[in-house]
């Protein structure tokens, strides 16, 4: 790649200021010209480096704060999961904590659930607490303040819950919530009265039993949505369980995870 042709995934997302979280235009530049040895290097270390595609940004980003990962490893989304960045200390070594965001992650009467992913931290702006990915997963004190007529429960799903876990607003389809868990806690997130809670992270069969009996007994029921919680940081095995128990469901004609359709099922 000639030196004054650089990606221009190597520069999103923008930030507002100098250090790790910013890579100018001379930066890549000048990283470019050792670019294609250090792939050739990783593809001699790695075999399917070949396949994943990384910016600049994050080579660097791997290369200074997990030095032991392999692009196998940072690419595979259960290393990622097993690294989160949950505590104040890994993550004031990335970035460059504001007193405010400092005090709502030591909160000690109540610490706020905090989730980081190492990707996803590699593209927070180290200096910019203003940042809008870094205000999405770092906490800050005025969550814990609330508004008259501010509720915990926005969406006013609890309302319309016949069962734990299962959401019944609308004749024909329901939200059943399958896990807690997400990779990364967003601080907008609409259900954090529940996601993060490490008491509740994970339902049982017996309860996803229960959900199941409910869109059994319901034939208006013909649409199920997955959410939670992320659907898909369960084990495989437990998924597809609880997948074929809703397809031997008779009138249930579709089956969806929060972002697209997983199965359209074709009765008769």
Same mark, same amino acid.
């Given at each position: 790649?000639? $030196? @004054?042709?650089?990606?221009?995934?190597?520069?999103?997302?923008?930030?507002?200021?100098?250090?790790?979280?910013?890579?100018?235009?001379?930066?890549?530049?000048?990283?470019?010209?050792?670019?294609?040895?250090?792939?050739?290097?990783?593809?001699?270390?790695?075999?399917?480096?070949?396949?994943?595609?990384?910016?600049?940004?994050?080579?660097?980003?791997?290369?200074?704060?997990?030095?032991?990962?392999?692009?196998?490893?940072?690419?595979?989304? &259960?290393?990622?999961?097993?690294?989160?960045?949950?505590?104040?200390?890994?993550?004031?070594?990335?970035?460059?904590?504001?007193?405010?965001?400092? $005090?709502?992650?030591?909160?000690?009467?109540?610490?706020?659930?905090?989730?980081?992913?190492?990707?996803?931290?590699?593209?927070? @702006?180290?200096?910019?607490?203003?940042?809008?990915?870094?205000?999405?997963?770092?906490?800050?004190?005025?969550?814990?303040?609330?508004?008259?007529?501010?509720?915990?429960?926005?969406?006013?799903?609890?309302?319309?819950?016949?069962?734990?876990?299962?959401?019944?607003?609308?004749?024909?389809?329901?939200?059943?919530?399958?896990?807690?868990?997400?990779?990364?806690?967003?601080?907008?997130?609409? &259900?954090?009265?529940?996601?993060? @809670?490490?008491?509740?992270?994970?339902?049982?069969? $017996?309860?996803?039993?229960?959900? %199941?009996?409910? %869109? +059994?007994?319901?034939?208006?029921?013909?649409?199920?949505?997955?959410?939670?919680?992320?659907?898909?940081?369960?084990?495989?095995?437990?998924?597809?369980?609880?997948?074929?128990?809703?397809?031997?469901?008779?009138?249930? +004609?579709?089956?969806?995870?929060?972002?697209?359709? %997983?199965?359209? %099922?074709?009765?008769?």
């Amino acid at each position: 790649m000639p $030196a @004054d042709i650089f990606n221009a995934e190597d520069l999103e997302p923008p930030g507002t200021s100098k250090g790790l979280g910013v890579l100018n235009v001379r930066t890549i530049i000048d990283s470019s010209q050792q670019k294609r040895g250090s792939r050739e290097d990783l593809a001699r270390k790695c075999p399917d480096a070949s396949r994943f595609r990384s910016s600049s940004r994050t080579l660097l980003f791997c290369r200074q704060f997990f030095p032991e990962a392999s692009v196998t490893d940072w690419n595979d989304w &259960r290393w990622q999961l097993h690294h989160r960045i949950t505590d104040i200390n890994t993550l004031s070594r990335i970035i460059r904590l504001s007193e405010d965001e400092s $005090a709502a992650v030591e909160h000690l009467a109540k610490p706020l659930p905090m989730a980081i992913t190492p990707y996803y931290a590699s593209l927070l @702006d180290r200096e910019n607490p203003l940042q809008p990915l870094r205000r999405t997963v770092v906490p800050v004190t005025a969550e814990y303040f609330h508004s008259p007529g501010e509720a915990g429960d926005p969406l006013g799903e609890e309302h319309d819950s016949p069962v734990p876990g299962l959401v019944h607003r609308y004749p024909d389809r329901v939200l059943f919530l399958v896990t807690h868990f997400c990779s990364t806690y967003c601080r907008y997130c609409t &259900r954090s009265r529940l996601v993060g @809670d490490g008491s509740k992270s994970a339902f049982t069969v $017996a309860q996803w039993e229960r959900a %199941i009996a409910y %869109i +059994e007994a319901s034939p208006s029921v013909r649409d199920v949505l997955l959410s939670g919680g992320d659907p898909l940081t369960l084990l495989d095995e437990k998924l597809q369980w609880l997948l074929s128990r809703l397809r031997r469901i008779g009138h249930v +004609e579709l089956l969806r995870e929060d972002e697209y359709l %997983i199965e359209r %099922i074709y009765k008769g």
